[in-house]
């Protein structure tokens, strides 16, 4: 009886836990990143140092399971060697065994946040599929008359230059060329991620085979092909 007490107990721990990560994961504003950086943290009096799993914009999941769930830290970490170090306060939102504690920041400083997220925009390549190449080009969004600009394309997306990037899932028309003698592509697409004052990550979600194939020719002529980077949501 109590051994099926206790598979029962670590069933439910972990369907819950489940559920905890897919509200976090659903409710999460901006894309996360593997990671594997040392980070202090400081609860109470007592003051640690543990490795990170992943980091985002709106905090970091750490490889521990001993934090308590809502305790307020202050954490302090950089995201690579070569960049400032970052100090906010934080919360604890989740801790699940096997899995550690997701820590949320509570008043991250603007500047310290566009430094994860331009390390998240230039370091988490290594889940893109399709080789992305530079593209500076015109976009028209949503048959409007705005206007924005790309940063580079793959044959699986593109990312917008925009002060005024979309929500993360919305979907977008857009339209645009490869050269200036070039005809217009068109496609669908949605937002994949998004980094503040930066731009969009778009995925090509509907494009015509003709546009496809030419799409795909001009990121495999390209001479250029830029270093293997996008953030855990990539568009490609």
Not at 40 to 56: C, D, M, P, R, W
């Amino acid at each position: 009886m109590g051994t099926k007490y206790l598979v029962a107990r670590v069933g439910a721990a972990s369907s819950a836990g489940a559920t905890m990560m897919k509200r976090v994961s659903e409710s999460r504003k901006y894309p996360r990143i593997p990671s594997d950086f040392p980070v202090i943290f400081k609860l109470g009096e007592t003051t640690a140092k543990i490795h990170s799993v992943n980091v985002g914009g709106g905090g970091l999941r750490l490889e521990t399971s001993a934090l308590p769930c809502g305790a307020e830290l202050m954490v302090r970490f950089r995201t690579s060697k070569h960049q400032a170090f970052i100090q906010t306060k934080a919360r604890v939102i989740y801790t699940l065994p096997d899995l550690g504690s997701g820590v949320e920041f509570t008043n991250i400083d603007q500047e310290h946040l566009q430094i994860i997220l331009r390390a998240i925009h230039g370091n988490a390549g290594n889940r893109r599929k399709a080789p992305r190449v530079p593209l500076a080009t015109q976009i028209h969004i949503d048959d409007s008359m705005a206007l924005a600009y790309s940063r580079d394309l793959s044959t699986g997306g593109i990312f917008i230059d925009t002060k005024e990037p979309s929500e993360i899932g919305t979907e977008v028309d857009i339209r645009f060329r490869l050269s200036e003698d070039d005809p217009i592509i068109i496609a669908k697409g949605k937002v994949r991620y998004v980094v503040p004052r930066l731009g969009m990550g778009v995925q090509f979600t509907e494009v015509s085979d003709q546009d496809r194939k030419r799409i795909v020719t001009f990121v495999l002529s390209s001479g250029e092909i830029l270093p293997e980077s996008s953030p855990e949501e990539s568009p490609s």
